[in-house]
């Protein structure tokens, strides 16, 4: 049964036009295709070859190339085997297409990448907002939005002034080093 | 006490109405909301609300090196943070083409089982009270300590355990540590018919339970139902034996799976599970002593830590499911994307809110529990 | 295995199973605090002394918790690598991660086996802590999480490098060690915790984190831009510096630290030599002065300033007696430490930016001082140390007695030297260790063997040279013989034109200065040894040769023991005239680099007052 499925699924690999298919490992696929072919992608999977458990969607900014990559990581019970299928939108305006009528799942996923990274999903039966409810700002996983600024204009911080710091401080010492001030924070790690 | 906005809503006369279960309830797992509109006792329609535990883990580890976010992962799952170490640890790994020892990964795996019976114990009890069964629960958390002992004694920590780090574990185990493991599993094995008689074989219970929250295997499959949630209707799916990781291939434990999906079903594959996390831990302890060499394997500085460019998806079985991390890394000393999934994504959201249509309020909380639905996992 | 019987729905007397319970013990957990696990992460402990304030568990932290001290109290040394700061916990951010644990250099940090902290809210400056080793309430909880060689971060070994053996290295001049290649370098810059110790410590203050962490990256080319920031003496200070920064490095503590000065050779090495000069041309001013500076001596201190100087717009032309640049390091260095063409490199590098050097110029000959006061508005003193100190014992005026200084420059300038079969050097620095193994060299190529004798006053355990340098001399087959004070050169009886040295007679010292710390050796005269060899050669200290300056110009000039008195930025009591370099610091490559960026500092500052006022 399961070889045949296999069988299946490198004949369904071999013969779509437009998608590289890399294996990683016995048990891992990679598969890249373009956004208008992974609808159909999908549907074959899990159609003809047993892809029937989606995983996850996972939705990363690539803000430098002006894209989202979404990938779609879709099992088979039975050949056992994890097919994650890449794909690249436009940032901008960031639509895609709901595959909520191949994976029932994909409702809850694509909820939240459009609650986290603003792409809205045409057809996809809820779009609002879940876990940011009351969230005015962008959609806060975007590379654009720094939640470090965010937090420090919208929190004030616990002060301290502890009686030893105030001795120190009457000697002439105190404090030298915030965390913020270290030589690699974090902020310039990448910068350097 | 009423908030200082509150004001009386007159409502024209019906025979629906709304009723919020949350974000403080003791028959909700965390903080988490459901909304219910009912008619009489009968649930119309299920609203999952989440976000009362957003701490935004996804965003804060791109900001963070790749050894400094050992320190977060733990804290997604707190019942059962050990997996979640795990598959983060697996992702950079399989990222580094880092070769762990073999004796930290027989270490993981003894800490992934004790993991889950602790989790497992924590359950039971949390699904016995909202059945009204307290006793359960106190046993329950009495008995799970001691697995926090192990934890404490092992890693350090007694939830948060921050043991794993990419290329291996960070300490070998005390002396006679695994005498006292052996020890404990013996325990709680003699505890089991105590829990069995109490919970178990309790009529009270298995009345209570049977029929409840019930889904097909088709259902289960179509809603991407993972773990003892899926085993309960009948599919024998497991991360372990289907997409092995770590040492599992050379383990030997079975795959308890039940026929009937309801809420009695899945409490019992766990049941069982205890049973097989047991024999697993029993045969770690047996084999440690055997496996000699390092812990970890070398690892760059922390702080010069460069990942290769790439992406990784590791699963890993949870106590709830199937658990998986997705890393991308651009090359940098830092995570470019972290993405985790968590079996309770689907259990705690859309599984809860198609099981609760037709149910009963009395239900709602216990199909909930028997899902062992984690909301952290949704919130993050 | 046990399995549930689910399907035993039990009797009416089920519930009697329940009594059993009566007889048993309840859970129940003890009140009074216990300590926890041995491994237990419980609250910061900080053993002061370990302690060095490098500040790597605070760039390790997670949550940023961990704020520096500065404790007034506490020494401070950049020399040894030891900070007066000390870490301060927030307990409102802290994760009890412990990878400050881990992470921390020395291993002074460690986490207690305490559970509890609790407080009142008016109360939360108690959540701020600057542990100490009796942590956070003051009452020692035994140590919990701590350094352990399973869980240690730091990479004590450093990456090994490749060099010649004694026996391949004996008989020729060319380079001992072999250098990093790419992946060694990348392997040893990842080591380090970028504390920033060696940048405290260094005299130029090289930015060593930043080009380490540039190499680490894979990025040479940002490396050498960060070396030339401050140090345009690259090549050189990559191979023979003295690095004090890696007397200071953190990970020293405990390991071997970073290998800094290879790392910066590794560094100069990758780079393609054209695209260094376009590194180091970068930021230089385009537009010009007008003003003109005339530096003496193009040795590191005169060209470090010439780089500075040219670069802020100034004309620059160096004065060098001998044929070729370099000074002290070309002719005082041997090759098998510092190749000729690196030290070429670096030169090229200065010229290249258009620092004119007239080569074969001596000042006080060629040209007087008073001709450059006439026609620059600056000029820098750099003339090294060039005049080799003697020992004034009996017969040290022969000449068949030879200064180290002067034997290592004919060397350099590819002079014909005799060097008899077995000589003895007096000296116990780095230039003795330099000039015993030129010797060395030469006596294998011309005989076949080694017969060098090292005689020093001071013992081994305060030789002044580096023990790198002193076990890779008694490798080569030198003889090093420590307290020994010179007392006489013994000649053969005279036969010849020329006297030929015997041997050298010699005490053994029992202190060499007295109480008030000035030189005055006692010896031991019963003690006494007569060491065999046909020449001795003294390497006991140099000094400048000054008389170049001219009788007038030395009247004018204000001088304290002998040495040129300047102030802090190498300003001489002439406004026109500044020093620089081993004649004002003694010698020492990189001193002599920080020297050259203070006064071309200084010069720059004066020429820009002068501008204003014009």
Not at chain 1, 91 to 102: E, F, K, L, N, T
Not at chain 2, 192 to 197: A, K, M, R, T
Not at chain 3, 85 to 104: F, K, N, Q
């Amino acid at each position: 049964m399961s070889k045949d499925l296999s069988t299946w699924l490198d004949t369904l690999l071999n013969e779509l036009q437009g998608i590289e298919v890399r294996r990683r490992s016995s048990r891992r696929i990679r598969v890249d295709v373009q956004p208008d072919a992974l609808p159909a992608l999908l549907e074959l999977l899990r159609g003809r070859a047993s892809y029937v458990h989606l995983s996850a969607i996972s939705c990363v900014d690539w803000i430098d190339e002006g894209e989202f990559e979404l990938v779609y990581h879709v099992w088979s019970y039975e050949i056992g085997s994890l097919v994650s299928a890449h794909t690249r939108i436009a940032r901008d305006p960031g639509v895609y297409i709901s595959v909520y009528d191949i994976y029932t799942p994909a409702a809850f996923f694509e909820r939240d990448i459009h609650e986290m990274f603003g792409v809205f999903f045409e057809g996809s039966p809820d779009m609002s907002r879940f876990i940011l409810t009351e969230w005015d700002g962008p959609p806060p996983m975007r590379k654009d939005f720094d939640s470090e600024a965010w937090v420090n204009a919208h929190f004030d911080f616990q002060d301290y002034q502890p009686d030893w710091l105030q001795e120190i401080e009457a000697k002439g010492g105190g404090v030298a080093v915030r965390p913020d001030e270290q030589r690699f924070s974090r902020r310039d790690l990448d910068a350097s | 006490m009423r908030p200082e906005n509150y004001e009386a809503q007159r409502q024209p006369p019906s025979h629906e109405y709304e009723l919020n279960i949350g974000p403080n309830h003791p028959g909700i797992e965390g903080n988490y909301a459901f909304k219910l509109r009912l008619h009489g006792d009968t649930v119309l329609e299920g609203k999952a609300d989440a976000g009362y535990l957003h701490r935004g883990f996804e965003k804060l580890m791109e900001g963070r090196l790749w050894i400094q976010n050992l320190a977060i992962t733990p804290r997604i799952c707190v019942p059962d943070p050990v997996p979640m170490e795990v598959s983060y640890v697996l992702a950079v790994e399989e990222l580094c083409g880092l070769e762990v020892p073999e004796r930290a990964q027989w270490l993981r795996v003894l800490q992934l089982e004790l993991s889950r019976i602790a989790a497992h114990l924590f359950t039971f009890g949390g699904h016995a009270a909202t059945t009204g069964m307290y006793s359960t629960m106190f046993w329950g958390m009495a008995d799970r300590d001691l697995v926090l002992d192990l934890f404490e004694e092992l890693t350090g920590g007694r939830v948060y355990h921050i043991y794993n780090i990419p290329g291996g574990v960070r300490r070998d185990i005390p002396d006679g540590f695994l005498d006292r493991v052996k020890r404990t599993l013996d325990y709680l094995e003699s505890r089991l018919p105590d829990y069995d008689n109490l919970l178990f074989t309790n009529q009270v219970f298995v009345q209570r339970a049977k029929g409840v929250g019930t889904m097909s295997r088709e259902q289960a499959l179509e809603w991407g139902v993972t773990g003892p949630n899926l085993r309960a209707t009948g599919l024998k799916f497991d991360v372990r034996r289907d997409d092995p990781y770590l040492v599992y291939e050379d383990l030997e434990f079975e795959i308890p799976s039940e026929e009937a999906g309801d809420a009695w079903a899945r409490t019992l594959v766990r049941r069982k599970e205890l049973v097989e996390s047991i024999r697993i831990a029993r045969q770690v302890v047996a084999a440690l002593p055997k496996i000699r060499g390092t812990i970890r394997c070398p690892i760059p500085n922390p702080l010069a830590w460069s990942v290769p460019a790439g992406s990784a998806y590791t699963r890993v079985e949870s106590s709830k499911g199937e658990l998986a991390w997705y890393v991308v890394s651009n090359g940098g000393e830092r995570p470019y994307r972290t993405h985790v999934r968590g079996p309770s994504q689907m259990h705690a959201v859309q599984v809860l809110e198609k099981l609760s249509v037709g149910a009963r309020l009395e239900d709602i909380a216990q199909t909930m529990f028997s899902l062992d639905a984690c909301p952290p996992e949704v919130d993050r | 295995m046990r399995d549930i019987d689910y399907k035993d729905k039990g009797g009416v007397l089920n519930p009697l199973k329940n009594l059993s319970f009566f007889g048993r013990k309840a859970v129940t957990v003890p009140l009074e605090p216990r300590p926890a696990s041995a491994n237990y992460r419980g609250f910061h402990l900080n053993d002061w002394e370990t302690c060095i304030g490098c500040s790597t568990c605070q760039k390790v932290c997670d949550n940023a918790a961990i704020t520096m001290v500065r404790i007034p109290d506490l020494p401070e040394d950049p020399v040894q690598g030891i900070r007066n700061l000390r870490p301060a916990i927030d307990y409102g951010r802290c994760c009890w991660c412990a990878l400050c644990v881990d992470l921390c250099p020395t291993g002074s940090i460690s986490l207690s086996r305490e559970y509890v902290h609790t407080c009142l809210d008016s109360e939360l400056d108690s959540y701020f802590v600057l542990p100490d080793a009796k942590g956070i309430h003051g009452t020692p909880y035994p140590k919990g999480w701590a350094k352990s060689e399973d869980a240690d971060l730091v990479a004590l070994e450093r990456e090994r490098m490749e060099e010649l053996e004694p026996a391949e290295r004996i008989g020729h001049f060319q380079e001992i060690v072999a250098g990093y290649d790419s992946n060694q370098a990348i392997i040893e810059a990842s080591r380090c915790v970028q504390c920033g110790m060696c940048f405290d410590a260094c005299p130029t203050h090289m930015n060593a984190p930043e080009y380490i962490r540039a190499i680490w990256k894979g990025d040479p080319e940002q490396a050498v831009r960060e070396i030339y920031r401050t140090n345009p003496f690259a090549h050189t200070c990559g191979r023979v510096c003295t690095h004090r920064c890696e007397d200071a490095c953190s990970v020293g503590h405990r390991g071997t630290p970073i290998a800094i000065r290879w790392l910066k050779r590794y560094a100069m090495d990758a780079v393609d030599h054209e695209r260094v000069k376009a590194i180091a041309a970068e930021g230089k001013a385009r537009f010009l002065s007008g003003k003109r500076v005339a530096v003496v001596g193009a040795g590191p201190a005169g060209l470090t300033a010439a780089f500075d100087l040219i670069k802020q717009g100034h004309e620059v032309t160096v004065l060098e007696a001998q044929a070729k640049a370099g000074g002290m390091v070309r002719y005082g260095i041997p090759d098998y430490r510092m190749p000729p063409d690196r030290i070429d490199r670096d030169v090229d590098v200065i010229t290249s930016l258009g620092v004119k050097i007239q080569y074969q110029t001596r000042v006080g000959k060629d040209v007087t001082m008073a001709e450059l006061e006439r026609d620059y508005d600056a000029v820098i003193l750099t003339i090294g140390l060039w005049m080799g100190r003697s020992t004034r014992i009996p017969g040290s005026d022969s000449p068949r007695v030879k200064r180290a200084v002067t034997l290592l420059r004919d060397v350099a300038d590819q002079v014909k030297v005799s060097i008899p079969a077995s000589v003895i050097v007096i000296g116990g620095g780095n230039v003795a260790m330099d000039v015993a193994r030129t010797v060395a060299r030469l006596q294998k190529q011309t005989f076949g063997a080694v017969k060098v004798t090292v005689t020093a006053l001071e013992d081994l355990e305060h030789f002044l040279a580096d023990p790198q340098e002193i076990k890779e001399a008694r490798e080569e087959g030198i003889e090093i013989l420590d307290a020994r004070g010179p007392q006489e050169i013994l000649f053969k009886p005279r036969k010849y034109e020329v006297d030929k040295v015997h041997g050298l007679r010699t005490w053994r010292v029992l202190s060499i200065f007295d109480d008030q710390g000035r030189f005055a050796p006692r010896y031991d005269e019963a003690d006494e040894q007569i060491h065999e060899g046909e020449m001795v050669i003294e390497a006991i200290g140099q000094a400048a040769e000054v008389d170049l300056l001219g009788e007038d110009l030395t009247e004018r000039l204000e001088w304290m023991r002998g040495r040129l008195k300047v102030d802090g930025q190498g300003r001489t009591n002439l406004p026109w005239l500044w020093a620089a370099g081993d004649m004002v610091l003694g010698p020492d490559v990189v001193s002599a680099v920080a020297d050259g960026h203070r006064v071309a500092a200084s010069i720059n500052t004066y020429l820009s007052i002068q501008e204003d006022a014009a």
